[in-house]
């Protein structure tokens, strides 16, 4: 019943950064862990990074971290993704998701059972 919605894709140039959001009307959204993941055209969808219900612990993909920062905001019912130095490799449709109360990890995508629709980020070189 959870609804997440993402937002802040777009276009943009290798080395710019952007700012993805996901937001949730829930009022319990500070019960949950969530995570964002990517998916390009052809690819597996694969995890980002990833941040526990208070906010005081995240993971990232070995190959992204120091280059994007997780964040939320509980009161406001909001995750955050600062993209930095972004490279054409980074170019996906970007997921968050709601990790499963059941869930035995931060990294698959079956440990998440609740997803936005995506948003999309194209960097060009």
């Known amino acids: 019943q959870v609804d997440l919605v993402e937002s802040g894709g777009g276009l943009v140039q290798a080395g710019g950064s952007l700012r993805l959001s996901c937001a949730a009307p829930g009022r319990t959204f500070s019960n949950y862990n969530m995570g964002w ?7 597996e969808r694969e995890f980002v990074a990833g941040i526990n219900w ?8 070995d190959w992204v971290k120091g280059r994007f920062s ?3 905001d509980n009161a406001e019912n909001t995750m955050a993704l600062q993209m930095n130095d ?8 970007y997921y968050c998701a709601k990790q499963s109360v059941q869930a035995s990890g931060w ?11 995506g948003t999309q980020v194209t960097v060009s070189s």
């Open 54 to 61: 208070s906010g005081q612990i995240s993971h990232y993909a």
């Open 37 to 43: 993941f990517r998916q390009a055209p052809g690819k």
């Open 107 to 117: 990294f698959s995508i079956y440990d998440y059972d609740r997803w936005g629709r």
């Open 86 to 93: 972004l490279r054409p490799g980074d170019t996906a449709a």
């Open 70 to 72: 997780i964040s939320r």
